[in-house]
């Protein structure tokens, strides 16, 4: 099989949204979809996603999965949204359930809120597979950059990698996060590295420096020779020292609060109050 995969990139958030699609079957597949959201006015748009759903009507697929690689601290997702424009079944790995209570707990939610994963429509378990009509899709857990991150494997051949690598130029992700772990990072990546060396990576951010346009897709082989974080000559103990240290520098991505919130309750809004408009929370000092 062969699948097609069309990707969006979108300027504020700098993510990556992909459309993988089976040709044979017209069915497809959305990895990590952007809701566009303004942190100074707290207003929503569709921008991104309409453009999403547009490439899918054009070219007459059938979305059968919405795909989140993790609960997303720097956009919140189109999830919701796409579902009900387009269909489809939300989908998540299985610890995200670590994410919500953890966050539960943050926000002050009452346990039965966000804490049962009923949110989204399936999760999946480490090595779970599944089918985008006749592709073969493996699930992956890869934690370290939070405990809920997922891979999907496609074909064997093509691997979404959510936030656990960006481009070999730009290094890896963060992991100070609330159950983030840098040594865990770094096994996860490991177990990346360890397929074949042509196995196409796309990724799910990307923070191009000036030399250079946006980009998305690189290799195995690419990233263990040149990552700059992670190649193959770096021990697990240097990338740890580093990404501890460069952690420290790190500011709180812009839209924390309203992602987190919503994106681990699949990016559905709280429900409306007795005037009609729904409200997140702000801890002050809580974080």
Known sequence: MSPKVTSFFDEITYTITHVISDQATKACAIVDAVLDYDAKS???STKMADQVIDYILNNDLRLEWILE????ADHVTAAPYL???LGGRIGIGEHILKVQTVFNVVFNYDKLE???GSAFDHLFADGEEFNIGNLNVQAINVPGHTPADMAYIVEGKMVFVGDTLFMPDVGTARCDFPGGDAHILFKSIKRIFSLPPD????MCHDYPPDSR???YVTTVAEQRNKNIHVKDS???EEFVKMRTDRDKTLAFPTLILPSIQ???RAGKMPGAEENGVSYLKIPINGI
């Open 42 to 44: 707290g207003r929503t």
């Open 69 to 72: 690689t993790h609960a997303h």
């Open 83 to 85: 579902q009900k424009k």
């Open 114 to 116: 966000a804490s049962d």
């Open 199 to 202: 196995t196409q990576l796309f």
């Open 213 to 215: 346009p946006p980009q």
């Open 234 to 236: 770096i021990t697990e």
């Open 262 to 264: 919503l994106n681990i």
